[in-house]
């Protein structure tokens, strides 16, 4: 079977090959939007991880491919879930790493309550004109209507969740990872997300959750149609 994850990051692609192998075995390819051709860009103007994420997936589902892709971000509490959608342009158009980072840090200063979430939804659209059949509990109807609406989508749309709670830190630490991921501490660990090896870092983050129900969807997807 194959699928393709909205995105031309090779480094992505690999990642995204390399877990599916470990769920999938070599049942699943992995393409990319050059693969197919796709060209252009996508413009992420949902108002939710959901949402996002399936905008995303279907630019290769209009193509009458399996489209995959994720979306993530940091949920504050004591900002109101905030920078949330907006996680990756936090400080501006021009934002960067650190740009975001100072201001997330300027916007909680004198907060005491720093709880916050790391969230990412993986969607899967699967156009009904492949004939594939789909029976299983993850299907999500409402973007389902959402993409038939906006993008005159008629198709399948299966999502996947992760979240890891945690709290932000006054100052940064670590020199792994990337985004928010220094000023992340897991209390349970005792590190913020930059100081974890990447494995420890998939056993606990929201990308790994997400991945791996995502996986155990996909195989589903397969036994179903065999």
């Known amino acids: 079977m194959e699928i393709v994850l909205a995105s031309r990051n090779k480094k992505k692609i690999g990642e995204m090959n390399t877990l599916l192998s470990k769920f999938c075995g070599d049942s699943v390819k992995v393409l990319s939007l050059d693969d197919i051709g796709f060209s252009g860009d996508i413009e992420e103007d949902g108002n939710t991880f959901e949402e996002n994420s399936a905008i995303k997936a279907c630019a290769p589902a209009k193509m009458g491919y399996i489209g995959i892709a994720d979306d993530s971000g940091l949920c504050v509490d004591a900002l109101g879930g905030a920078p949330g959608v907006f996680s990756a342009r936090y400080s501006g158009e021009d934002a960067t790493d650190a740009k975001n980072n100072e201001k997330l840090l300027c916007e909680l200063e004198n907060v005491n309550d720093r709880k916050a ?76 997300f930059s100081e974890l090896s990447p494995e420890e870092k998939n056993e606990i983050s929201h990308r790994g959750q997400a991945m791996r129900c995502f996986g155990d969807s996909l195989n589903i997807l397969i036994e179903d149609n065999k």
């Not at 989508?153 to 928010?180: K, P, Q």
Request: hydrophobic letters at 35%.
């Open 117 to 192: 979430q790391f969230r990412t939804v993986i969607s899967m659209v699967i156009p009904k004109s492949l004939g594939l059949k789909v029976f299983h509990p993850l299907t999500n109807p409402e973007i389902e209507e959402y993409i038939l609406e906006r993008f005159g989508i008629d198709a399948h749309v299966c999502s996947c969740e992760g979240e890891c709670c945690g709290e932000i830190l006054r100052e940064m630490r670590g020199e792994g990872g990337f985004g928010y991921d220094p000023l992340f501490y897991v209390p349970e660990k005792g590190k913020t």
